[in-house]
């Protein structure tokens, strides 16, 4: 079967919010392998698929709490990172697993396919999110991941900018699991 | 790895199930609350004893979602609107007009009456009706007589049992009545 594009995705998950049972089997079949990834890089082979569910139960539990128009991808790739974060902090992980929990390392190597392949997708996901916010908040978004110039402002405006903006982003992808 | 697939997502629909059940329950919990406020109003306290109604169909039709949910919110504008019809159309004997006449039958159950007022009430709804695609009107017009139901339950309170019968069973054979009307009307447009 065909994997469904962003589109269709979105469409997907509109329909779910909203009750529509048989969108939950392609949705999930698409969701799935994206969890099991994103999972396999953040903490490696061994505990990819049980986190892998956890998150995936997560994002179907707040299926119905999803504004049907809205990029589905930011917000599933928030809550499932939240997720995948939450656990490996509860493993009882040392130092080093905490840190690479928290987004700052990669349990695979950067040449990775998987991970190029993952990579690609948070970025068009942020960029997605970010599309949806106001021109400022986008263009701020856009100077801190440096694809675009910082706006000549002085710093501490551009640090009350930077806030607004993350706070907008963290609402758009889903409140404060979001973040 | 099938099996792991398997467990995924038997884990993540029950997730979806549940998420949905609790979120049903807590707007369940808005419109129960409002209900009950207009009824007491327009009814008095001893009607309230019908809420538990109220709020069983509203959790399972925000819980069941979709096409049901979208005719259950239109028919609550029909259910509020029969809060506040007043006694004497649904039991005319106990108007004031009758009651110095000598006629009293307040006592006695007048379910034809009120199968009357039900059944004008639910034929009304073809105007409320959502444009489901055809084979969703049944859902529709089902959510559509739930939602009416769910309001109209509490206008059950002051009434005797057979006149309860009557409007709701007038209710219900009005919105069958109107949603085939509606699914003939469409028919002849198409």
């Known amino acids: 079967m065909r994997d469904p594009d962003e589109d269709e995705l979105d469409g997907l998950m509109s329909q779910l919010a909203q009750g529509e049972r048989d969108a939950f089997d392609p949705l999930f079949r698409a969701l799935h392998p994206r969890a099991i990834r994103l999972a396999r890089a953040r903490l490696g082979p061994t505990r990819a698929d049980d986190a892998a569910q956890a998150a995936l139960e997560r994002v179907f539990a707040r299926a119905a709490e999803f504004t049907p128009g809205r990029p589905v991808l930011p917000w599933f790739y928030a809550i499932v990172a939240n997720e995948i974060r939450a656990l490996a902090r509860e493993g009882g992980a040392g130092r080093a697993e905490a840190e690479r929990s928290a987004g700052e390392a990669w349990a695979v190597e950067p040449e990775d396919p998987e991970r190029l392949l993952l990579e690609r997708e948070l970025r068009r996901a942020v960029e997605r999110a970010t599309a949806s916010l106001d021109d400022v908040s986008a263009e701020t978004i856009a100077a801190l991941i440096g694809g675009g110039a910082r706006p000549a402002i002085a710093a501490p405006a551009f640090r009350k900018r930077v806030s607004r903006a993350y706070a907008r982003l963290r609402l758009l992808l889903g409140g404060s699991d979001g973040g | ?190």
């Open chain 2, 1 to 190: 790895m099938e099996a792991d697939f398997d467990r995924a997502y038997r884990a993540a629909r029950r997730a979806y199930e549940l998420g949905r059940l609790r979120q049903g329950l807590s707007r369940s919990l808005v419109v129960t609350a409002a209900a009950g406020a207009a009824t007491a109003i327009a009814l008095g306290w001893r009607a309230t004893a019908w809420l538990p109604v109220t709020a069983v169909i509203w959790a399972f039709v925000e819980w069941r979602g979709a096409w049901l949910r979208e005719g259950a919110r239109r028919g609550l504008l029909v259910g509020m609107a029969s809060l506040f019809l007043p006694l004497s159309i649904l039991r005319p004997c106990c108007s004031p007009e009758a009651m110095a006449s000598g006629v009293n039958c307040c006592t006695t159950a007048m379910p034809s009456t009120c199968a009357g007022v039900g059944a004008l009430l639910g034929l009304s709804l073809v105007l409320l009706l959502p444009r489901a695609p055809r084979a969703r009107r049944l859902e529709a017009a089902l959510g559509l007589a739930l939602g009416t139901g769910a309001l109209a339950a509490l206008r059950c309170g002051p009434l005797l049992l057979g006149e309860t019968v009557g409007l709701l069973g007038g209710l219900m054979a009005g919105v069958a009545a109107a949603s085939l009307a509606r699914a003939w009307m469409d028919r002849r447009t198409a």
